[in-house]
């Protein structure tokens, strides 16, 4: 008999055969290990073309993701043609489905708000604004970076004053 394990093909002999899962004395070794049933073939041939199946189906995945990708940035690419809006690489989706969607809600969120646009806009749909335009949305002025009014030094804070 003979087994697929990772991208070998060895000869193995089965011990005790489970549901799901054998154990086998696997390779020249005879080292014990549980081994999927479907990675378990009667001659080598099939183990071989089980390989190269795995190995095929992988490729292929492979190269979905990579045309999922492509297509995607082309999506945020023309969105940001369109609109303006710049999505940061690690806010994208990278299936087609959902960059969809979620370019379908950056437009909602973000299409009466221009100011944002030239921003990188995150998940959230928020963007930091610069320190000065949080400062005064928050009613800060730049005198608040000195000491507030009513407290004194010398009032608890050093132990080194204090004899």
Known sequence: MYCVLGDKVLQCEVKRKDERM??????AGAKEQRVPNNCIFLNEQEARE??????RSQQEEGQQVANNVQRCNE???ELFNE????????????TI??????ITSLKK??????????KNVSKAFQAAPSKKESDIRRGRSGFDKRQAPGKSKGQGGSK???K
């Open 83 to 94: 609109t303006g809006i710049e999505v940061r690489m690690i806010d994208r989706q990278w």
């Open 22 to 27: 054998s154990v086998c004395m696997v390779g």
């Open 160 to 162: 080194r004053g204090n």
């Open 97 to 102: 489905n959902m960059a969809t969607k979620h």
């Open 75 to 77: 999506l945020y690419e």
């Open 50 to 55: 089980c390989l190269k199946k795995k190995r």
């Open 109 to 118: 969120k973000l299409a009466d708000k221009p100011e944002m646009h030239a």
